[in-house]
């Protein structure tokens, strides 16, 4: 499902213009950006929980020629689905 699709969706379902569901959804996003970036953790009810995960520097190495290299370190954001999610999809 696209954004186009879930502001259509939020439209129809409560009445709003597509300029505001938009709008609504655009926040919705930012508020969850914003708390991985404040409070490192986002649970949402029903959905499941989005943490940040911190990855160290690692030495790898490239696949075509071999060498070794440094991995740098980064930051990447995880998905927990939440329990009555996987078993809504597993029925």
Known sequence: MTKQEIV???SDELGLSKKDASTAYDIVVSKI???LK????????????FTVKERAAREGRNPA???TITIP????????????LKDDLNK
């Open 38 to 49: 404040v409070e490192k953790k986002v649970a949402i009810n029903g959905l499941g929980t």
């Open 65 to 67: 020629t071999g060498e």
């Open 33 to 35: 950006i914003e708390g």
């Open 8 to 10: 259509a969706n939020l």
């Open 73 to 84: 370190a980064s930051i990447n954001v995880g998905f927990k689905v939440a329990k009555v």
